[in-house]
């Protein structure tokens, strides 16, 4: 759906180091979310962004940030992974254009992230 | 936002209607209900949404009381590839999808 790509798709790293995730998106949607979902609490929103360098935090946006500089790609940067942030992390588009099934969130295939 | 609340697991027989139930006693006038599924280790699919009316499209219909406290999502003809976790969230606008633990269907040959 909306043409959702995420790199990688499986990542491991070491605690300390800085680890970038991509998001890239082919619908020209305006709004561009992430998710990371773990057992027992579901999906939960970090940061999105409703255009090109206009973000916003979410529920859990403490030691992530986020950058988009073009409409297409969404990145998420954790600058100093600790095993915490060890999860399943989603992308997700909206059309943002108005009502109906055009504005409902699309999400990405998802990269799993382990920090060691 | 409104607390939904659904049962933890479902089965289903293959080529039988699922119904899967959802209350959300607290929905306020103007929150929409959407569902979606989530496929092992994929990503959340989108399914259908609506505000007080019924709806219908080519995945499944979606029934809400008149009082809106509750609804059902009804997959007409389950197949085994309709096994899945199904989510379903109340929420004003679209900016934060809260997803809980929704309902595992199982559906069995």
């Known amino acids: 759906d909306a043409g959702i790509t995420q790199s990688p798709r499986h990542k491991v790293t070491e605690t300390g180091t800085p680890v970038t995730l991509r998001c890239h998106q082919t619908?020209?949607?305006?709004?561009m979310y992430w998710y990371r979902q773990d057992p027992g609490h579901g999906l939960r929103l970090i940061h999105y962004?409703?255009?090109?360098?206009?973000?916003d935090k979410g529920e859990v946006s403490d030691g992530y940030s986020v950058s988009r500089s073009k409409t297409e790609d969404f990145l998420l940067t954790l600058e100093s992974a600790t095993s915490s942030q060890t999860s399943v992390y989603f992308c997700?588009?909206?059309?943002?254009?108005?009502?109906?099934?055009?504005?409902?969130?699309?999400f990405g295939p998802g990269t799993r992230l382990t920090v060691l | 936002d409104a607390k939904t609340t659904q049962p933890t697991s479902m089965d289903c027989a293959e080529g039988r209607a699922a119904n899967l139930p959802c209350n959300h006693s607290?929905?306020?006038?103007?929150?929409?209900v959407y569902w979606y599924r989530q496929i092992h280790s994929q990503g959340p699919q989108y399914i259908i949404h609506?505000?007080?009316n019924n709806e219908t499209n080519e995945m499944a219909s979606l029934i809400i009381t008149e009082d809106r406290k509750s609804s059902t999502l009804i997959l007409p003809h389950a197949t085994l590839r309709d096994t899945a976790v199904y989510y379903c969230?109340?929420?004003?606008?679209?900016?934060?999808?809260?997803f809980g633990a929704g309902t595992r269907l199982t559906v069995k040959p």
């Open positions: 997700a588009t909206r059309n943002g254009a108005g009502t109906g099934s055009t504005d409902t969130q699309y």
């Open positions: 619908e020209n949607h305006r709004y």
């Open positions: 962004s409703y255009g090109v360098k206009d973000t």
């Open positions: 607290t929905i306020s006038g103007n929150e929409y």
């Open positions: 609506g505000l007080k």
């Open positions: 969230i109340v929420r004003v606008g679209n900016n934060d999808m809260r």
